[in-house]
């Protein structure tokens, strides 16, 4: 859907809308934040399970993104990866147990504390996350050709910022 159009239905969206800001009519800035988001995470649930199965046929979508901060942060704890994901212990040593299972992770003895286990990718792991990684890349890339280095940087530093406040 072009700009045009979603500026379009946006405007719709707006007689419906209940009053906002100060002004005491719609926040217009803030529905189109909404609608764009909405379409940007759509996009990106799709997106994440399209690269979980190229990672591996079997590999739910939600476990792309701890194979990512596995990649970024290096080994860690069960606890630091259920709490960057958001999810509770139960949920996350089933997912490292199906990770396991396919290769993906390994558990190996924390050096710090011996009673504690670290979870790592195997290389097998890190070679599949990091081929389809470079892939996703080469898409934003190609998506952004048009824009300058300045117009990217901006964005990231904005999403960044984005981020950030939700986890405050």
Known sequence: MG?????????G?????????????????????????TLLL???RASSGEMARQVHPELEPAAYGLLAFLDE??????????????????????QLRALEE???VAREPDPADGRA???RLTEEGRER???????????????????????VAEL?????KLNAGAES
Do not use: C, N
Request: proline share 1%; glycine share 16%; hydrophobic share 40%.
């Open 3 to 11: 700009a045009d159009m979603r500026e379009d239905a946006g405007r």
């Open 13 to 37: 969206e707006d007689a419906g809308a209940g009053e906002a800001g100060s002004g005491g009519g719609v926040d217009h800035e803030f529905l189109a934040l909404e609608r764009e988001l």
């Open 42 to 44: 759509r996009r990106a």
């Open 73 to 94: 942060s290096g080994p860690r704890r069960a606890t630091d990866l259920a709490a960057f994901i958001g999810v509770g212990k139960a949920t996350m040593s089933r």
């Open 102 to 104: 396919l290769g993906l």
């Open 117 to 119: 286990w670290l979870v």
């Open 129 to 151: 996350f990091r081929t389809v990684r470079v892939a996703r890349r080469g898409r934003y890339v190609r998506q952004l050709s048009g824009w300058d280095r300045g117009e």
């Open 156 to 160: 990231a530093r904005l999403l960044g």
